[in-house]
């Protein structure tokens, strides 16, 4: 009776399980076609002549390799970003795969290599604390991702920050569109921010320096955004990884600010009061540590002895 419980509890989980339609491309083919397309969109860049004609010859080459129609792709495509844990994983496993191919290739993955020594404190941090990847999908659910990093004891007022990341395009018809928006929220609830256009597969820097209106009030927190417009046709995905917030302390003024504390302790030396140290008691042998160790013997010589005659 117990091994029957077993197996019915099994079946029904396996008859819960939402299973994949007959007609949608598998995970594994789908991580196949993903990594030979995105090597398409990279030779499209190499070649000459029109680059969405080059895009357009050199994807529909990849998909003719493993017999998929655009069709077939595309909704395929919608599917899997529907279940987005499964398709963060399988868009990290083409990364790991292009990675793996640029690194023996000798290629160097400089977004790695240029920020990899940072720590999360210094006067230059690495202050990322959260997810490492995201996938963006241009529909009303979808379309946008957005973080906010809360400031710390160890942010200083004037401090600047770079936001880096990678971006990866995937897209029906070859249209590629995203913004990206960095910005400050200061302690008077100020706002102020820089935003950039994203066409193209690369690695993405936005710089937000402290206007100088600001230099002296605090931080409060970090805002950021990576929204995708919305599509009237077609079918796209961003997929977004290697994230990095980096900051950088003012240096200019962690030096006033020094050299300010340094006149503030000469100051405070100079006002000592001497006669608190005069009022302490002392003990017998400070007092004669404190004396002349030179010490002289006066000697008194007496005066000789007369001798008075005897009388008889």
């Known amino acids: 009776m117990k091994y029957t419980l077993q197996i019915i509890v099994l079946l029904l989980?396996?008859?819960?399980?939402p299973m994949r339609p007959l007609h949608i491309i598998s995970e594994d083919k789908m991580e196949d076609i993903l990594y030979d397309y995105h090597i398409s969109l990279a030779l499209a860049e190499l070649e000459k002549?029109?680059?969405q004609e080059n895009r357009y010859l050199l994807t529909q080459a990849a998909l003719r390799k493993h017999n998929v129609t655009e069709a077939e792709f595309d909704t395929s495509l919608v599917y899997w970003c529907r279940n987005s844990e499964k398709m963060v994983k399988i868009c990290e496993r083409v990364s790991q795969r292009l990675s793996y191919v640029a690194a023996t290739q000798g290629v160097e993955r400089k977004e790695h290599s240029r920020y990899s020594y940072l720590k999360n404190e210094g006067d230059?941090?690495?202050v990322w604390n959260l997810r490492e990847g995201v996938i963006i999908i241009p529909n009303i659910i979808g379309n946008i991702y957005s973080f906010t990093i809360d400031a710390?004891?160890?942010?200083m007022p004037g401090d600047n920050f770079e936001?880096?990341?990678?971006t990866k395009f995937v897209s029906s018809d070859h249209y590629q569109e995203a913004w990206a928006l960095l910005s400050y929220q200061f302690e008077n609830d100020s706002v102020e921010g820089v935003s950039q256009r994203i066409t193209t597969n690369k690695q993405v820097?936005?710089?937000?320096n402290c206007p100088k209106k600001f230099k002296d009030i605090k931080i409060r927190s970090i805002n950021g955004s990576i929204y995708m417009p919305l599509r009237e046709s077609g079918f796209g995905v961003l997929s977004v990884s290697n994230f990095v917030l980096?900051?950088?302390h003012d240096l200019t003024r962690k030096n006033k600010k020094s050299q300010e504390d340094d006149v503030v302790l000469k100051d405070s030396i100079i006002n000592v009061n001497v006669s608190d140290t005069i009022l302490q008691r002392q003990n017998p042998y400070d007092i004669r540590d404190k004396q002349d160790n030179e010490r002289k013997i006066n000697i008194i010589k007496d005066k000789p002895l007369k001798i008075m005659?005897?009388?008889r």
């Open 13 to 17: 989980v396996i008859a819960c399980k």
């Open 49 to 51: 002549g029109d680059l």
């Open 163 to 166: 936001w880096v990341f990678s």
């Open 246 to 248: 980096v900051r950088y």
């Open 124 to 126: 230059t941090a690495n």
């Open 309 to 311: 005659p005897s009388r």
């Open 205 to 208: 820097e936005i710089k937000l």
């Open 152 to 155: 710390d004891t160890t942010y």
